[in-house]
């Protein structure tokens, strides 16, 4: 998990809509993630399928010709309505899950971004311009 909520399980309060995380882009494990999502009734924000972020050639087509930078995925009907897939930061999720802290919110042990990666992240997100 990175983005607000991450900022948040770190004890440092901030508004947040959506869950950003970074995951592991190997094609089994997305399309198990996509799966699941789209049982809980999540759908891209754009018109795709959803299970085309999967591909690893549509995805790294996006990434080149769309400036994508994550993948937004939707539901209204959740509390938290907006789930984004990070895709182009400089901490990937090989990084990121080595240096994660694990924080316990209740019985579950949440794989959260480091404080140091986090920064990182942050900084160069702050940098890019547009």
């Known amino acids: ?47 795709v399928d959803i299970m085309e972020f999967a591909n690893k050639e549509k995805r790294d087509s996006w990434i080149q010709d769309k400036n994508m930078k994550a993948f937004n995925l939707v539901n209204p009907d959740w509390a938290m309505s907006e789930i984004d897939v990070v895709i182009n930061t400089p901490i990937d999720y090989k990084k990121g899950i080595r240096n994660a802290d694990y924080i316990l919110l209740d019985d579950i042990s949440l794989p959260t971004i480091s404080m140091d990666d986090l920064i990182k992240m942050k900084q160069v997100t702050s940098q890019a311009p547009g």
């Open 1 to 47: 998990m990175v983005g607000g909520l991450a900022v948040n399980l770190h004890g440092i309060p901030r508004m947040t809509y959506d869950i950003d995380l970074i995951l592991d882009l190997e094609d089994e494990n997305l399309r198990r993630f996509l799966g699941l999502l789209s049982e809980w009734g999540f759908k891209p924000e754009v018109p």
